[in-house]
């Protein structure tokens, strides 16, 4: 079944492929997408596989650590967005090499396996690639599932996807998950028995890598709107619009082309709106700002006074709150928090954000937070200290990762 689908999806897939080539990736993405142009890597390097923007993110505190430990260690990072690739840019090791990965066609996975032949394979949370992993695990390479997460919404994808995803849990060496939930998952899902583990959330490890306090993107005092999706900014605009006490707010949209529109959307509410790919100065008047721009969100966080995380009110299952979190910025969140479950269940119970039941509240929670400094503080220091405490889950990866590999990651074997 998963060869048919793969085929009827062909021409959607190139379709898909074009347009973002078109749009951000370039002719690199477009062509390493189809399984050409693909780097040709003499050393077998350690693959590592990120979907995207978060799970660049969740890898960059191991991979660090990796090169740390291993320096003479070849690293090739793959993503399947051009979003995921400047995060690796920003974020991961400088001698770490990038290419997309190819879309899990026959010939592709033949021809991405044959280029890189890597002596090991990492791969981020719940990415299954059958035929990717068949020839990857052919060259001898152990795969193992870092921060393995399955979410409902995985879990309920059809039986014939299901099927796929267990024949590419044959080719797993170890699945390394977040929590006994997760583990459980993988289990039930097909990974072969004995091959899962818990070992912990590495997004917590975070905290360990990019945490300095960068440089403001506008600046304070503001509250921030993080990776929304409609309707929220209509919603954030709405409290800012009637409370004229409330310091500036900054909207990051989740997809930042939407800026222009956006724009033109809340100055239809009578909003002055400044723009951020339009270079708009932040004048007095100007009571909402619009940072449309890639790779800011860090040093959003770092100085905004508190932060509403988007997804969460609109049903797409939450964006991740600890990028704020690990900055120590107050995070509020709707109800619809599925994808970061684990994540915001931690950061609740120890008292260190806040969760709406519904898009009513968020006015009056807004402007009280806004209006306590000590409640902040208070919110500000249980999500340092929450981060401090998971921020050990590293040293656990690490440490799984060298019983499973083993003497092939000898220091010498790089030299």
């Not at 932040?282 to 006074?305: C, K, M, N, P, W």
Request: glycine share 6%; proline share 7%; aromatic share 6%.
């Amino acid at each position: 079944m998963y060869r048919l689908a793969m085929l009827l999806l062909t021409p959607y897939a190139l379709y898909y492929t074009l347009r973002r080539s078109l749009r951000d990736g370039g002719w690199r993405y477009l062509r390493q997408r189809l399984g050409l142009g693909l780097p040709d890597i003499t050393q077998r390097p350690l693959w590592t596989h990120c979907a995207s923007v978060g799970e660049v993110h969740a890898a960059a505190p191991l991979l660090h650590a990796l090169r740390t430990r291993y320096p003479a260690l070849p690293m090739l990072v793959t993503t399947n967005t051009p979003t995921g690739a400047a995060a690796a840019r920003n974020r991961l090791p400088d001698t770490a090499r990038h290419c997309y990965l190819p879309i899990d066609w026959v010939f592709a996975a033949r021809a991405f396996a044959r280029r890189v032949h890597p002596r090991a394979a990492i791969v981020l949370e719940t990415e299954l690639w059958p035929r990717a992993f068949a020839r990857i695990a052919a060259t001898g390479a152990p795969i193992v599932i870092v921060n393995g997460r399955l979410s409902q919404r995985s879990l309920g994808v059809p039986r014939w996807l299901q099927g796929a995803q267990r024949t590419a849990l044959q080719h797993v060496s170890a699945v390394l998950a977040r929590n006994d939930e997760d583990a459980r998952a993988f289990e039930a899902l097909g990974a072969r028995p004995g091959t899962v583990q818990t070992v912990g959330n590495l997004k917590f490890a975070a905290i360990a890598h990019g945490a300095a306090n960068p440089q403001p993107v506008v600046e304070p005092p503001y509250w921030l709107a993080a990776s929304t999706h409609a309707p929220e900014e209509r919603l954030c605009a709405r409290v800012q619009l009637d409370n004229p006490q409330l310091p500036l707010l900054v909207i990051a949209p989740r997809y930042p082309e939407r800026g222009s529109a956006l724009a033109a959307e809340l100055t239809k509410l009578g909003a002055q709106v400044a723009l951020r790919s339009r270079n708009d100065d932040v004048s007095a008047s100007a009571r909402i700002y619009i940072a449309d721009t890639l790779g800011e969100l860090d040093a959003l966080f770092a100085h905004a006074q508190l932060a509403f995380i988007g997804g969460s009110f609109a049903p797409r299952g939450g964006q991740n709150l600890l990028e704020a979190a690990r900055h120590g910025c107050p995070v509020i969140v709707g109800p619809h928090m599925q994808n970061f479950a684990d994540e915001t269940r931690r950061l609740l119970d120890a008292g260190a954000a806040l969760q709406l039941d519904n898009s009513d509240a968020l006015q009056e929670t807004i402007i009280a937070l806004s209006a306590d400094p000590q409640r902040r503080d208070e919110l500000r220091s249980a999500l340092l200290q929450t981060m401090r405490t998971e921020a050990h889950v590293l040293e656990r990866y690490l440490e799984r990762l060298q019983q499973l590999w083993g003497d092939q990651f000898a220091l010498e074997a790089f030299e």
